[in-house]
């Protein structure tokens, strides 16, 4: 019992150290409308994501005090089939976090 303890203790303790060194990240929830969120970057800190596509586009916007963000493109929209995108957000504290999709196209028609 007291090793269960032990254990338990030692990940109330260790978790959230974790959870601080935790990389950012991007995905992309929507891409019609196109959207952006965010996690794992500073609290506070101003964070310029930009788009690429047919088209570029950027914004900045501020991480929440959990590190989170999200951001509506809404004269973007990216989903055509064979559309590759990426996205890459860039903190103003040091935090970077980038995501390439290149989806896989169709055989062309014969």
Known sequence: MARIFAIVL???LVGPSLAATARPTVTVPSTKPFA???AHFKPGEHVR???YAR???AKTVT???RGTFFVR?????????CERYAVRATGDRGSTAALKVTPECPPPAP
């Open 63 to 65: 991480a929440a005090a």
């Open 36 to 38: 952006v969120s965010g």
């Open 49 to 51: 994501v930009v788009v």
């Open 55 to 57: 088209t570029t586009a």
């Open 10 to 12: 030692a990940l109330v």
């Open 73 to 81: 493109f809404p004269a973007l929209s990216v989903g055509q089939s």
